[in-house]
């Protein structure tokens, strides 16, 4: 059993500080929003993440698990300290570091014997020599500590999921033994562990996000091929994916990637790169295609409705994807914004995000009910893949419908079977 801090305990720490608990450890989740922290030491997880609720409250009463917004209280009586901070984008593509440096600055305050630091939060190249510097700076003279980057791979939506089966644990470390401590407290996990220097992890990381995102442009630009060959996309990628060097994993065409991560990610590489004078054409070509989907799409509405001024348009998905409530560069909040640009009028409905949605576009209407989302409309735009709207029935709502048109931005469903219940139909890329 470990002693263990987790700092910055959201969509990542939050999942982390109770699932090292659950694996017997006592840890402290330490984070400066006093409204989160207050709802997980009630086990009310402050984000939607199935099975989330349930692993914090186990481990609170089991009283493996404490929520704080005092560092001195965790830190100090820890042997390993995680930072799970945010590293937005900044304007300019760069990952924005302040939460990273106010966490290691306040680390090496707090920080007593030997502790081991461990960058898990998404970090530049470099960035574990910048955490070791500004602890140096201001830690007492008889602390010691080690860093160590332990980039995260979990998805949200099925985090806690992702955490007990992680599919790899790369530690990245110039000492080699706080490495090896590191790696035994995912022992019970039986992941593939590789351990490398520092800079190498950090780049396994955006290396990793890049080629998922380059895959989904890529499938995205085939499907754009295929709406001017007649084509089917998403029999194209089965039938890709059948072959073993391929797989038949992220090439889902649809209206682009989103999320807190994969956006940031391929940015901040690209201005990595551009920094030491490379020219990362490819990781451009992702961005723009990213982008252009989301303009496509809403073209596509505008030749199938035309003019969209006044137009009740329904909305099912905010989120960037299913089962999450995560509208961080969500393509679906993107669409409704420029529905509102045009003129219509977009009626809502998600299962998670409606809340977050209602803060970033107050000017749209907002349904509890899905198909009283889609009544007296003109167009049914899907833009989030959730189970629920798979089983919708399609029937009702062809019959709530001003004119039954569905836009199908994540290919859900079978064509020819809207087809058949009366809908003008259209995909992505089929
Ligand atoms: N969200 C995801 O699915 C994944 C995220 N990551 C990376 O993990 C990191 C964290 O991601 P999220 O949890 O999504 O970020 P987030 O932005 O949702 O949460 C960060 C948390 O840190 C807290 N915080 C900020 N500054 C702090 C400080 N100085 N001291 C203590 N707490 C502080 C915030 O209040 C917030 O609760 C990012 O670098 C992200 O790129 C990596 C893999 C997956
Ligand atoms: O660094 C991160 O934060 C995480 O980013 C992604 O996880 P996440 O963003 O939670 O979700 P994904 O399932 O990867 O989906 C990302 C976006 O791509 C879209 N997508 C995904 C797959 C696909 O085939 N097509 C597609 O458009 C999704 O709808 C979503 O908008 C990665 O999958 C994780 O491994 C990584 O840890």
């Keep these: 059993m470990a002693v263990i801090t987790i700092i910055g305990t959201n969509y990542v720490g939050a999942v982390y500080a109770a699932a090292f608990a659950d694996l017997g450890n006592q840890v402290y989740g330490v984070d400066i929003d006093e409204r ?4 997980l030491s009630e086990g009310i997880s402050p984000i939607y993440e199935p099975g989330l609720d349930e692993l914090v409250t186990r481990n609170l009463k089991a009283g493996r698990l404490r929520f704080t917004t005092c560092y001195d209280e965790a830190v100090p009586v820890s042997e390993f300290v995680f930072i799970c901070v945010g590293t937005p984008s900044s304007f300019s593509g760069e990952a924005d570091m302040r939460a990273v440096r106010s966490a290691a600055e306040m680390i090496g305050k707090t920080i007593r014997g030997h502790t081991i630091i461990i960058n898990k939060s998404t970090m530049p190249i470099g960035s574990g020599d910048l955490v070791t510097s500004i602890i140096n700076q201001v830690k007492s003279p008889d602390a010691t500590f080690a860093v160590v980057s332990n980039p995260e791979f979990l998805r949200e939506g099925s985090a806690v999921q992702d955490v007990f089966n992680p599919s790899r644990i790369v530690l990245g470390a110039e000492d080699r033994e706080a ?37 989904i442009s890529f499938i995205n630009e085939i499907a754009q ?25 992220f090439l889902d065409a649809g209206i682009g990637f989103g999320g807190s991560c994969f956006p940031k ?7 990595m790169a551009q920094e030491a004078g490379c020219h990362p054409q490819l990781l451009h070509a ?4 990213n982008q252009d989907q989301r303009r496509r799409f809403v073209h596509k509405l505008q030749t199938m409705v035309g003019d969209l001024h006044q137009r009740p348009i329904a909305i099912w998905g905010l989120s960037f994807k299913q089962d999450t409530d995560d509208i961080r560069e969500s393509p679906a909040i993107d669409v409704v914004r420029m529905l509102i640009q045009r003129g219509a009028i977009p009626r809502c409905y998600d ?12 000017e749209a209407e907002y349904f509890d009910d899905p ?19 798979k089983q919708a029935d399609l029937g009702r709502v062809a019959d709530l419908m001003r004119q039954p048109v569905l836009l199908d931005g994540r290919n859900l469903y079978d064509p020819a079977d809207v087809r058949r219940l009366g809908f003008r139909y259209a995909g992505v890329g089929r």
């Design 225 to 249: 091929i295929c709406e001017q060959y007649q084509a089917d996309v998403k029999v194209v990628a089965q039938g890709m994916g059948l072959d073993p060097r391929i797989g038949p994993l």
């Design 351 to 362: 299962p998670a995000a409606m809340d977050n949605a209602r803060e970033v576009v107050p």
């Design 286 to 289: 992702v961005l723009e295609i």
């Design 179 to 215: 490495a090896e401590r590191v790696a035994e407290l995912y022992s019970a996990l039986n992941a593939p562990v590789l351990i490398t220097d520092r800079r190498t992890a950090e780049m396994i990381k955006y290396a990793s996000n890049a080629i998922l995102a380059t895959r």
């Design 371 to 389: 198909y009283e989302a889609v009544r007296g409309t003109d167009a049914l735009l899907v833009l989030t893949p959730w189970n629920e709207f």
């Design 265 to 271: 990610d391929v940015k901040a590489l690209s201005y």
């Design 36 to 39: 989160k922290v207050q709802l």
